[in-house]
T-cell receptor, first 114, second 115 residues
Framework: KAGVTQTPRYLIKTRGQQVTLSCSPISGHRSVSWYQQTPGQGLQFLFEYFSETQRNKGNFPGRFSGRQFSNSRSEMNVSTLELGDSALYLC?????????????FGSGTQLSVL | AQSVTQLGSHVSVSEGALVLLRCNYSSSVPPYLFWYVQYPNQGLQLLLKYTSAATLVKGINGFEAEFKKSETSFHLTKPSAHMSDAAEYFCAVTTGRGTASKLTFGTGTRLQVTL
């Protein structure tokens, strides 16, 4: 069974641009979550999508948004990039509602903002 | 709100020695607790999780953790370290069904294994 797939693996952008990251969950998983990992702030929860609806949200500005498609694939968008948005963005999928919930993470997208 | 504190950002052990990584949690409701491992340039891999079924939880790669409510701790142990265990380890907490995807992570402990 294929794991969680994130594309692209690396991205370089400049301040003010916008970026879209993609995540394909494990087959059968309908929940997709996004996390930001930085050396200074560590791992922080961005949001979760389940059945194409945002179910949980972290404390990030509105520049960070996401969506989920009917095939459970998810995209995350960051608009008006700032230097501080440089981070590893991790996506995780989950068999939500089964009573045995656990996150399976992808390898991440390393975003550098210049 | 919940939180976890990992004591020690770096831990160094000799190969074959006991591994002990410390995690203390704070939660106003019964917590679900997790340990994850991250190897360089990779995502996080689940080692084990506690969801109130048993206080001693066995995970992958020989790791285990014991939930101690009186001490609000969930320390990770392995009897004998292997070179391949060198990685960063994260403790995480959430409060249950419906929020299992919204984990609060500790700051991580980097484990070094020496010959």
């Amino acid at each position: 069974k294929a794991g969680v797939t994130q594309t692209p693996r690396y991205l370089i952008k400049t301040r003010g641009q916008q970026v879209t990251l993609s995540c394909s969950p494990i087959s059968g998983h309908r929940s997709v979550s996004w996390y930001q990992q930085t050396p200074g702030q560590g791992l922080q929860f961005l949001f979760e999508y389940f059945s194409e609806t945002q179910r949980n949200k972290g404390n990030f500005p509105g520049r960070f948004s996401g969506r989920q498609f009917s095939n459970s694939r998810s995209e995350m968008n960051v608009s008006t990039l700032e230097l501080g948005d440089s981070a590893l963005y991790l996506c995780a999928s989950n068999l939500r509602g089964t009573g045995d919930e656990k996150l399976f993470f992808g390898s991440g997208t390393q975003l550098s903002v210049l | 709100a919940q939180s976890v504190t990992q004591l020690g950002s770096h831990v160094s052990v000799s190969e074959g020695a006991l591994v002990l990584l410390r995690c203390n949690y704070s939660s106003s409701v019964p917590p679900y607790l997790f340990w994850y491992v991250q190897y360089p340039n990779q995502g996080l891999q689940l080692l084990l999780k506690y969801t109130s079924a048993a206080t001693l939880v066995k995970g992958i790669n020989g790791f285990e953790a014991e939930f101690k409510k009186s001490e609000t701790s969930f320390h990770l142990t392995k009897p004998s370290a292997h070179m391949s265990d060198a990685a960063e380890y994260f403790c995480a907490v959430t409060t249950g069904r419906g929020t299992a995807s919204k984990l609060t992570f500790g700051t991580g402990t980097r484990l070094q294994v020496t010959l």
